[in-house]
Nanobody
Framework: QVNLVESGGGLVQAGGSLRLSCVAS????????MGWFRQAPGKERRFVAAINWGSGTTTADSLMGRFTISRDNAKNTVYLQMNSLKPDDTAVYYCAAGSTYSVRVDDYDYWGRGTQVTVSA
C-alpha cells in the first residue's frame, strides 16, 4: 500500500508559478513510477507528467516548457514545478504511483486526494 499526500496548491495570478509536492509513505519509493494528473470541473482526469525509476520524464505536449516533474528519492517526494500559469491550468492536481511508465490513468495503482490549483486572470 502506498499513501500519497499532495501539497502546494493554491490561488495564483496568471503568469505566476507554483510548485506542487507529493510525499509517498512507502519504503521502496524509488521503485515506483510517479505521475501527475489534473482534473478540471466537468472534465476527465488528464495526464500532466510522469517520471520513472531512472528519473526519465515525459510531459504532456501542451505543457512542455512550462511544467517540470522531478523526484527526490531520499525524501520520498515528487514535485511538479508549474510556471507561466494560465487560467486553463485551473484544476485539482493528483499525484499517482504505479509500476508502468505510462500516460494512462488506468496504469497507476495509487492516488492522492489531490490539491486545488486556481489561476486567476
Amino acid at each position: 500500500q502506498v499513501n500519497l499526500v499532495e501539497s502546494g496548491g493554491g490561488l495564483v495570478q496568471a503568469g505566476g508559478s507554483l510548485r506542487l509536492s507529493c510525499v509517498a509513505s512507502v519504503r521502496t519509493f524509488g521503485n515506483y513510477v510517479m505521475g501527475w494528473f489534473r482534473q478540471a470541473p466537468g472534465k476527465e482526469r488528464r495526464f500532466v507528467a510522469a517520471i520513472n525509476w531512472g528519473s526519465g520524464t515525459t510531459t504532456a505536449d501542451s505543457l512542455m516548457g512550462r511544467f517540470t516533474i522531478s523526484r527526490d528519492n531520499a525524501k520520498n517526494t515528487v514535485y511538479l514545478q508549474m510556471n507561466s500559469l494560465k487560467p486553463d491550468d485551473t484544476a485539482v492536481y493528483y499525484c499517482a504511483a504505479g509500476s508502468t511508465y505510462s500516460v494512462r490513468v488506468d496504469d497507476y495503482d495509487y492516488w492522492g486526494r489531490g490539491t486545488q490549483v486556481t489561476v486567476s486572470a
